[in-house]
């Protein structure tokens, strides 16, 4: 039984110092729609699809992005993408403070 390398995203994700203080976005198509989930963080790559999960108690907002539609949001704690549909992974720093946490750096 062979073991497989990690994926090239989740690589990219644990390769920096600190990933929980990054925050990840990811553009997807759904149907004949574009969708962004943000507010994320990966929880791994396995059999095909990326696994968002919520953090700080905060949900992983996911929103229509297609011209000409409503602009629609929905919440959710975690997001399962086939990779086939993904677009763009955008990882950035998260911000240290959020409302929600009251001024508390949030995990």
Do not use: Y
């Amino acid at each position: 039984m062979s073991v497989q390398a990690p994926h090239a995203i989740l690589r990219e994700w644990n390769s920096h110092r600190d990933p929980d203080n990054l925050t990840v976005a990811v553009e997807f198509s759904c149907g004949s729609c574009c969708k962004r989930a943000r507010n994320a963080k990966i929880a791994d790559v396995v059999d095909g699809v990326l696994v968002l999960v919520a953090r700080c108690d905060e949900p992983i907002i996911v929103e229509v992005v297609c011209p000409k539609e409503c602009a629609e949001k929905e919440f959710a704690k975690i997001v399962i993408i086939p990779l086939d549909k993904i677009s763009s992974v955008e990882i950035s720093e998260k911000r240290r403070h959020h409302r929600r946490c009251r001024g508390e750096d949030c995990d």
